[in-house]
């Protein structure tokens, strides 16, 4: 008896981690509005509804894709060195680390902001910060505040107080309204805009918010 041999590749088996994989890569590369279910079907060279076999729709895939996002903030910290110090200084470490995440995925703050409900990946990366503050002696009230006042900043991101396309430009015309608004506009410029996830909020912005939260809770644990 013989054995045919082929020269043809082997195809990789298609779950429902490689579907999640895919569509993060494809978002990262064409952009989240290029995320479809059909895109995503040819992507992994798959027919729309065999896709439907591992994910039942669209919302189901920005989930899952929330999990991955997540998923790789547990890996980036895990191989994150040892925080020498107090609470304030392994929270502030595990922050920064999430948020060099979300940079590599400037799409991502505005899908974790869409979702009505948090998956479990999200629930331990937050368990694992409200663990931080607990050793280091805030109690669950002090703790409870301190959630609500890093908001979205404890994931990595901010949402700033609204966009602007232009910066300063054209609110010189309006001056005589808004002068403090364009006076600091006028003097205060960003040297690296292109480093964001939103208007304003490159990485000296956001670890000054930072540290200033830090700072006041440990002034109130104290």
């Known amino acids: 008896m013989s054995t045919a041999h082929t020269n043809a590749p082997r195809r990789v088996p298609v779950t429902r981690e490689l579907v999640l994989r895919t569509a993060v890569d494809l978002a990262d590369a064409a952009g989240i509005d290029a995320l479809t279910m059909r895109r995503l079907a040819e992507e992994l060279d798959l027919g729309v509804m065999s896709l439907y076999y591992h994910l039942p729709n669209k919302e189901a895939i920005l989930d899952g894709i929330v999990d991955v996002i997540f998923g790789e903030i547990d ?17 502030r470490s595990r922050i920064l680390g999430a948020r060099a995440v979300m940079l590599r995925h400037p799409w991502a703050p505005a899908i974790i902001e ?28 002090l703790i409870h505040h301190a959630m609500h006042a890093l908001g979205s900043r404890a994931y990595g991101f901010v949402q ?15 001056a005589a309204e808004i002068p403090n608004l364009v006076e600091m506009l006028t003097q205060v410029r960003h040297d690296d805009p292109e480093s964001t996830l939103g208007w304003c909020d490159d ?14 809770l440990e002034r109130l644990r104290r």
């Open 160 to 174: 700033e107080l609204g966009e602007s396309q232009g910066g300063g430009d054209g609110l010189e015309q309006m």
């Open 203 to 216: 990485q000296v912005e956001f670890e000054f918010g930072l540290d200033l939260i830090l700072d006041g």
């Open 75 to 91: 890996e980036a910290l895990t191989d994150l060195p040892p925080a020498p110090g107090s609470w304030k200084t392994e929270l």
């Open 114 to 141: 869409s979702r009505p409900s948090v998956g479990l990946a999200m629930a331990r990366y937050v368990d694992a910060l409200i663990g931080i503050m607990h050793s280091g002696g805030l109690d669950y009230d």
